[in-house]
């Protein structure tokens, strides 16, 4: 297995969770927030990957999938905004259908997974962020993204399983 194998099977797996999260609910659902500060799926989801949209194409040197989709998402948020340090009133902001949300995000996925299916395992360590001490290398803003992206869809998993009934 080369790094680009693994890689390209990590962000499918956050697919894959994004996916069963999202796939059959509705908007209400989408939104449910289990209390006033948590975050809802769909928050969680179009966050996850608007993260992954942002520091991948910046790694990769490339546009971003979401100026593409920010129009039809409707969002109150600057066109950068990946919902970092977003509170409450910001997440609830977030209301949008479910194809909408796994069209945003598998078309990001693809994007990514374009990417990163042809990196070789001497690109890992290019130093794709210097505005860190130490600079971020490609290996490591890509585990990060996996990671970040992995966290949050799992959030959204966990929130879609407390719906009520």
Avoid at 7 to 35: K, M, N, W, Y
Avoid at 118 to 123: E, L, N, P, T, V
Wanted: charged residues 20%; aromatic residues 8%; negative net charge.
């Amino acid at each position: 297995m080369t790094s680009a194998d693994l890689l390209t099977d990590a962000f499918g797996r956050i697919s894959e969770v994004v996916h069963g999260a999202v796939d059959g609910l509705t908007e209400d659902q989408l939104t449910h927030r289990p209390e006033p500060s948590a975050n809802s799926i769909a928050w969680l989801v179009w966050h996850l990957t608007r993260i992954q949209d942002d520091h991948v194409a910046q790694a990769a040197g490339a546009e971003q999938t979401w100026p593409a989709w920010a129009e039809r998402f409707g969002l109150p948020f600057r066109l950068g905004d990946t919902g970092y340090g977003h509170d409450a009133e910001a997440v609830a902001k977030v209301r949008v259908p479910a194809d909408l949300l796994l069209g945003y995000h598998d078309a990001t996925c693809a994007r990514t997974v374009e990417y990163v299916s042809g990196i070789a395992d001497g690109d890992l360590g290019r130093v794709v962020d210097e505005r860190w001490d130490p600079p971020v290398t490609l290996g490591v803003r890509l585990v990060s993204v996996v990671s970040d992206d992995l966290q949050h869809a799992g959030q959204a998993a966990y929130v879609r399983g407390l719906l009520p009934r």
